[in-house]
């Protein structure tokens, strides 16, 4: 995919949006609509997405739609609804329910969460990625899986948000300096084509300021997100303002700004992950100590 036409420059996202909450209908979160609904106007959001993970089995879709759009929202705030599937290979494929539709008063949004890594034949989990790694696949054929299976994602379900792009990279020895600026550029662009949205994540502190820069200059759409699973964090940033500043600036992140470490052998599983395996980690943890999941 190409760049295509010269695109105005994206504006910075605002930090009264959080695009990315997580509420009890998640087996690996703790707070209520409501809770969350509560936290959001305490810290005075102007709107907030109420997200929840699903599979392709799951079955309580338009029970979670009909708990949001059934709260008593006040004048000022924007609540959406969406859930959040991950990506299961390089042709692009989710891990979705058939009832997970955007639009006609259902979902306001699909995320696609790099939860494992896309592979050629389905979804490797981090240890079989770090095998195939020491095996021969070269850093830049692995990223280059991944951005194409982005790429293929947003061109079939066009619209979707990026949910914690590229925080598989660092569970399989990789990291975001081992993209070019050719692959950002064309997954940016993508984004952009497709109407998609790209999130910066305050829980895993990605995509990194080259990625965000390449989104802005080519007039990606971004939002910024807590993906929060307790209240407590609901619209509570510290990590993305220094990204969205580097990226405007060119300046590197202090290392205390990044993820805290990237995963160990001994934190990855011994065996492979379903592709239909939720994936999170708990609130109030550092990614990278609670285990292989995103």
């Not at 050629?120 to 989990?125: A, K, N, R």
């Not at 982005?150 to 914690?164: K, N, R």
């Not at 290392?255 to 160990?264: N, R």
Request: proline share 8%; charged share 20%; with cysteine.
């Amino acid at each position: 995919m190409t760049d295509g036409p010269a695109a105005a420059r994206s504006p910075l996202p605002s930090t009264t949006v959080d695009g990315h909450v997580h509420s009890t209908f998640s087996d690996d979160a703790v707070s209520t609509v409501h809770e969350n609904l509560a936290a959001a106007l305490t810290v005075g959001l102007t709107e907030v997405t109420f997200v929840d993970h699903v599979r392709s089995s799951t079955g309580w879709v338009p029970e979670m739609v009909a708990a949001v759009r059934a709260l008593d929202v006040p004048d000022g705030l924007v609540v959406r609804c969406g859930v959040e599937t991950k990506l299961l290979d390089v042709a692009g494929r989710l891990d979705l329910p058939t009832d997970a539709v955007v639009g006609r008063g259902a979902l306001d949004v699909v995320l696609v969460g790099d939860h494992q890594f896309p592979g050629t034949d389905g979804p490797w989990s981090p240890t079989q990625t770090r095998e195939r790694i020491a095996d021969g696949l070269s850093p830049a054929d692995a990223v280059s899986l991944l951005v194409e299976a982005s790429i293929a994602a947003m061109t079939s379900q066009p619209g979707i948000q990026l949910a914690h792009w590229f925080s598989i990279l660092p569970k399989v020895g990789l990291d975001e300096s081992d993209l070019s600026d050719e692959h950002l550029r064309a997954w940016a662009a993508a984004a952009r084509e497709t109407g998609s949205t790209i999130e910066v994540n305050e829980k895993w502190a990605c995509p990194g300021p080259r990625a965000v820069r390449a989104a802005l200059d080519v007039g990606a759409r971004l939002v910024v997100a807590t993906d929060s699973h307790d209240a407590r964090d609901v619209g509570r940033y510290v990590r993305v303002p220094s990204i969205l500043e580097a990226a405007v600036s060119g300046e590197t992140l202090p290392a205390e700004t990044l993820p805290a470490e990237t995963w160990s052998a001994e934190t990855l599983p011994a065996e492979p992950l379903s592709a239909t395996e939720p994936s999170a980690v708990p609130s109030h943890q550092t990614p990278g100590t609670a285990g292989p999941r995103a």
